[in-house]
């Protein structure tokens, strides 16, 4: 059995969707990486940018866009993985349900340009990112979380072979 990784898409134009092979890839990848042994559920929304407005006002209270959101179901505090307790398996699927990713498939194109690197390459980071979120890691008020959290994003991203 392995991780399941549900990815949907709406509102997104047919030529702007992220690749779905490539967002499962990096997530397991990452959760490899952070050594984590249960078998994991994570749910992915692909969007639009007035989508993860509206979803990041009515669950963060910021009006603005952003290129992801992250809403773990867990609390890994210290940040990294920590065997769960058996009452938080999904006793239905025998799954930890770590939580939800949500993109916009507008910003990360736009920041891909403006990085000059490839929409897969973008994808591949930014699911990477979210899902060091749903383990903990935070980038918000230490500067040492902030480099523990770039450090682990560049040692994955090496392991993630984007086509």
């Known amino acids: 059995m392995r991780h399941k990784v549900f990815v949907r898409h709406q509102g997104v134009a047919a030529d702007n969707r992220l ?9 397991r990848i990452a959760l490899a990486y952070e050594n984590v ?12 940018d007035q989508k993860i407005r509206d979803i990041n006002r009515e669950f963060r209270g910021i009006d603005a866009v952003t290129d992801v959101l992250s809403f773990p179901m867990q609390e890994f505090s210290p940040p990294g993985w920590k065997e769960p307790d058996a009452c938080n398996i999904d006793p239905d699927s025998g799954l930890l349900p770590l939580g ?58 090496k392991e993630i072979v984007i086509t």
């Not at 994991?40 to 692909?46: A, D, P, Q, R």
């Open 19 to 27: 690749s779905a092979k490539l967002i499962r890839q990096a997530i």
């Open 100 to 157: 939800d990713i949500v993109f916009s498939a507008e910003r990360l194109e736009k920041q891909a340009r403006e990085h000059s690197q490839s929409s897969g390459k973008e994808t591949a980071y930014l699911t990477v990112h979210s899902v060091l979120h749903l383990l903990g890691y935070d980038h918000v008020d230490e500067a040492d979380e902030k480099k523990q959290m770039r450090a682990r994003e560049k040692e994955i991203m």
């Open 37 to 48: 042994s249960a078998l994991c559920e994570i749910n992915v929304l692909v969007t639009d």
